[in-house]
């Protein structure tokens, strides 16, 4: 299971690199695997601003639908529009061409409580 140390993580199995007051998010490769085949990714939230935990897209598996919970508060300011194409790049490459979402973020305080990749390996059972 490929759970990168450099990144944060929810409890809803997402994961969130941040560049400053940027963060970037995608889904876990632990998510991915349990979806199954990704076929289509879908945010209609762009240049929104939504709240922690508020869904800012949806995924479409092969077998499910699954909701997209915002990591943090903040403006969607870029959709990953390769996914619009390839969106089983979520699953051969959920942390670089799989990436889903970028967000401005406007609580940076929100970041303690994401996990580490420790806190998420136990999560998971990893």
Do not use: C, R
């Not at 450099?6 to 979806?35: C, M, P, R």
């Amino acid at each position: 299971m490929n759970i990168p140390a450099n990144l944060k993580y929810t409890k809803d199995h997402e994961w969130v690199s941040i560049d400053g007051d940027v963060a970037t998010v995608g889904i876990t490769d632990f998510a991915q695997k349990e979806l199954g085949d990704i076929v289509y990714v879908e945010v209609e939230t762009l240049d929104q601003t939504l709240a922690k935990d508020e869904v800012f897209g949806t995924v479409e598996a092969v077998k499910t639908v699954s909701d997209l919970f915002l990591p943090l508060s903040g403006e969607i300011i870029e959709f990953n529009e390769e996914l619009e194409s390839t969106p089983e790049s979520v699953n051969s490459d959920p942390y670089g061409a799989g990436w889903m979402i970028k967000v401005k973020i406007s609580d940076l305080a929100e970041l303690d409580s994401l996990l580490s990749s420790e806190s998420y390996k136990e999560l998971i059972g990893a």
